[in-house]
């Protein structure tokens, strides 16, 4: 079980990055810049440690259904099951997308709008494929996929921009152009934390059922848990737009150092809300 929760947990950390990494791209217009960053590299490899983590997935969920042994993890009657299955389309799909992000070795130069346009379409299935399996099956099905795919979306934009931003508060580029770009991003994070957390409200909401079973389930208290983790994350981002950002921005000396700590902060604290999430997705129900 617990292998089941660190590969999900992995798969979710490396597949937002990849997908966040391309949003970020598709934001920053400075094209000649992010290369210098290893953007690009840090979508390729991202996507192919979650393509790994993917597959990794598909014989411990058919061990799972047999007992938690090696012998059912790779029964070939058991792996049909889960290939034919709402785990085997969510596979698909994310395969299929995590491959289209690498339209972005082509999004600089001559090819760039073909190779930004494959990627932004892998984004969009590798989102998909997170509505295929878990509690966004139930009823009203389409209204919780469409609110965990806003969420995601928001959070691929954030987490994906962790590492570009902490290389980017380093002065691997220009400093005018690194604080024109943490700028941006924090007007375009304005927007998208306010739509994942708008997000996140209706889903747990629809999940939950009210306040009173977050403390009643064990799901509502791991997710309990989960949004103590948000809050602390949201506040440092609030330190990092309103004081750190301004200060690198201004010149200051030790704000690259301090932003940079910040952001490895949250970095942190991002890798243990997916840890906790992928606990709550593996072990719990919101009906259990």
């Avoid at 346009?117 to 295929?132: E, M, R």
Wanted: aromatic share 10%; hydrophobic share 60%.
């Amino acid at each position: 079980m617990l292998l089941m929760v660190l590969a999900a947990a992995g798969f979710y950390a490396s597949s937002l990055v990849a997908t966040g990494g391309v949003l970020f791209r598709l934001t920053s217009p400075e094209e000649q810049d992010w290369d210098r960053i290893g953007l690009r590299l840090l979508v390729v490899a991202s996507a192919w440690l979650a393509v790994g983590l993917l597959w990794l997935q598909w014989p411990l969920q058919a061990g799972f259904l047999g007992g938690a042994t090696l012998a059912a993890a790779l029964d070939p009657v058991l792996l049909g099951i889960v290939f034919e299955s709402a785990q085997g389309s969510r596979m698909i799909l994310a395969a299929s997308g995590l491959f289209l992000l690498h339209g972005i070795l082509i999004g600089w130069g001559r090819w760039r709008y073909l190779g930004l346009g494959l990627s932004a379409v892998g984004v969009i299935l590798v989102l998909l494929a997170f509505t295929q399996v878990g509690h966004t099956k139930d009823e009203p099905r389409w209204l919780l996929a469409m609110l965990l795919f806003v969420h995601l979306a928001a959070v691929a934009f954030w987490v994906g921009a962790l590492i570009p931003l902490y290389r980017l508060a380093g002065k691997a580029i220009p400093a005018a152009v690194a604080a024109r770009a943490l700028a941006r991003f924090g007007k375009i994070a304005s927007v998208t934390v306010g739509l994942l957390v708008a997000a996140a409200v209706g889903l747990s909401w629809l999940l939950v059922g009210g306040v009173a079973p977050l403390f009643e389930s064990v799901y509502g208290q791991t997710l309990l848990i989960k949004i103590t983790l948000v809050l602390f994350l949201l506040a440092i981002a609030a330190l990092n737009k309103w004081r750190l950002v301004p200060a690198f921005e201004r010149g200051d000396p030790s704000a690259s150092r301090r932003l940079r700590g910040s952001l490895l902060i949250e970095g942190l604290l991002v890798l243990l809300i997916l840890f906790v999430t992928a606990l709550m997705t593996t072990t719990t129900s919101p009906n259990g």
